[in-house]
């Protein structure tokens, strides 16, 4: 099983950037993918971006050419670099991995971290 941390939310300024940080641990053969996913009031969750173990990478078209995803496998973290943020980027972001143990793939959540993005 694979237990997900998120660090780095918090209240900025529009125009502002801001970068979250998930840290995976537990016993795991591999991760797959490591994503992050945001849910605002009143909507659905939503994938914001998504890291393959390759380092293929997959974004939503609203943070295209604002958002950078990386990752450490060695580690086993996953960052989210948030430039140029916006209001409606407001959400409640949550960490997100597909793992693999006996040959089956799990998902994994973490507990989800706010971004508030003042106007």
């Known amino acids: 099983q694979v237990h997900l941390v998120e660090s780095g939310g918090g209240l900025v300024q529009a125009g502002g950037s801001m970068r979250l940080s998930c840290a995976a641990s537990g016993s795991f053969f591999s991760i797959n993918v490591m994503g992050w996913y945001r849910q605002a009031p009143g909507k659905q969750r939503e994938l914001v971006a998504g890291?393959?173990?390759?380092?293929?990478?997959n974004y939503a078209d609203s943070v295209k050419g604002r958002f950078t995803i990386s990752r450490d496998n060695a580690k086993n973290t996953v960052n989210l670099q948030m430039n140029s943020l916006k209001p409606d980027d407001t959400a409640l972001y949550y960490c997100?991995?597909?793992?693999?143990?006996?040959?089956?793939?799990?998902?994994?959540w973490g507990q989800g971290t706010q971004v508030t993005v003042s106007s």
């Open positions: 997100n991995a597909l793992y693999t143990i006996g040959g089956a793939v799990f998902p994994s």
């Open positions: 890291i393959t173990s390759g380092g293929s990478t």
